[in-house]
């Protein structure tokens, strides 16, 4: 496969697809093709037209390296193919993340997990990325007991629907909302973000409570996080740990208007938990289209690129 | 005084004020005079002319009953006048709240301190509300050891100045804010709910953490709250308890949306806290101009007057 992977986007057309795109266009990959279902096959694309994701299509060969940003069903189905067609997937709904010995892949998390894949590699949720990524330095720190977190999530979390949708309401009728699926007594979405987490840092009895909300945001997801560890941490202490981590960025009041657009979790708002000795209240944003989707996938594909050519992992 | 207590509201044309005004409408008083700073007096509003605030015109003896929605500045300077004046004053700002010896009132947690005043009755904090009338069953049934909360306040809340900022923005430039003053390591904000909410349910100690954000939503004030409790309580209980407590309103899923332009506190997704064995996770929404002000300042006016005519208290 050598240094000009043949790289596919399936689901093109959506709000993560075409951040897929253009940061694989800043990175200098050039032979990228675009897939989406029939209803968007023969959109015309900057880089090219949309290609229908049939089975047919994804399992001919003609790929390396696969981003699927589509839903879960269709991830059941396709990405199988494009497998067999020889290409590294790297998946982004949630098909495939729980799934025991493919790799749930924070790079600046887990990274070294990347180099276990049987051709499939699981993007983790949007909220989990930068919550993993707050809580990882911590732990090597003082070792986490417990985790509280209320999320602040845009609309482009929703899709490409949801985000036209925010663009014509009017300012006076915006609202928060609550548009996940039920899991038990709470939202799939706080079942996910407990149970990646545990994946991720490899803690899998890790006590986590999640409240997630929906915000009138166009882009950046915000989490409000208490964090309890073993031993305590002093709030200059956690700053110190994540002036060193990489891809945090500390700010005083991160928001997500300030967080979109950039590669970088932003951290912020670092204090002692004044109703406990062993914690911290935190405030976390991202840009949930970049390093909470596109951009954490293709570190992932650049990590297996990188540390070995494909052809020799398969 | 009896029956047509005359009634000032100081700061009409304010967001606050302008609900205190149709509020009052509403329940048939109809000897109100409005008041606000020399910028607006002279401005018609629907039943009246604006007069300036003055210490002249507040000390007059016009007024029995005075609604305060100024900033603390002007609630301190003008407030001794209109007490001098013989009006009892329900004073909105932060100026009174801490104050020993002035009651500090959510009529359905505390209303029996209404009648200890001197003159001066304190409104909490809009965020302070809503968050007391959630804790106060839960106290009573389990007793409260620590609380943290996440708010999801609207713009309303910052004056009809943001309010008026908020209509004109672009959707997509909409962003979560961090607008209040600082005071040690946290928001004002922050500080003045953990106080008021200590004074009103009489737990001087009680640990609360709280981070507040400012969300690009009209009107509504949503929290999201993590609830330890001595004793343990079952969701179930929970919801029993709010369906028995006055002022409240058992939802499912609570939004701004559905909160603002009534007067209850919406309670929903109530679940246990999986991070401990006796807590609870719930989510509070009220219309913050009206239940996290107006309301809450005629209901205890209203307790005042019904109680004990004013004249027999001073």
Request: with cysteine; net charge negative.
């Amino acid at each position: 496969m050598g240094s000009t992977p043949r790289i596919g986007i399936i689901g093109a057309t959506g709000a993560v697809g075409r951040v897929t795109m253009e940061l694989l266009r800043e990175r200098g990959y050039d032979d990228v093709r675009y897939y989406a279902s029939s209803r968007s096959a023969g959109t015309e694309l900057d880089g090219g037209v949309v290609e229908e994701a049939t089975p047919e299509a994804l399992s001919a060969g003609d790929l390396d390296l696969c981003f699927f940003s589509v839903g879960t069903a269709a991830s059941r189905e396709l990405v199988p193919h494009a497998v067999r067609g020889g290409a590294t997937c790297i998946d982004k709904s949630s098909a495939y993340r729980l799934e025991p010995g493919i790799p749930l892949v924070v790079p600046e998390v887990n990274g070294t997990r990347a180099l276990e894949h049987d051709g499939i590699l699981a993007n983790p949720n949007c909220t989990t990325i930068p919550l993993t990524m707050a809580l990882k330095p911590l732990h090597e720190e003082a070792g986490l007991a417990r985790v509280r977190l209320a999320t602040y999530q845009s609309v482009s979390g929703a899709g490409a629907q949801a985000m036209e949708k925010l663009r014509v309401t009017e300012p006076g009728a915006a609202n928060l909302a609550m548009d996940w699926d039920f899991e038990g007594d709470e939202f799939e979405e706080e079942s996910k973000l407990r149970a990646e987490t545990r994946k991720i840092l490899e803690l899998p009895e890790l006590p986590i409570a999640a409240t997630c909300v929906r915000v009138p945001v166009m882009i950046g997801h915000a989490e409000a996080v208490w964090v309890e560890t073993a031993e305590p941490i002093a709030p200059e202490r956690a700053r110190e740990l994540y002036a060193a981590a990489p891809g945090i960025r500390l700010v005083d009041f991160p928001t997500p208007g300030e967080a979109a657009g950039t590669d970088d979790v932003l951290i912020g708002r670092i204090r002692s938990d004044p109703t406990t000795a062993t914690g911290l209240q935190l405030f976390v944003v991202a840009d949930n289209l970049r390093k909470g989707a596109a951009l954490n996938a293709i570190q992932i594909a650049e990590l297996v690129l990188e540390r070995a050519p494909l052809s020799a992992q398969r």
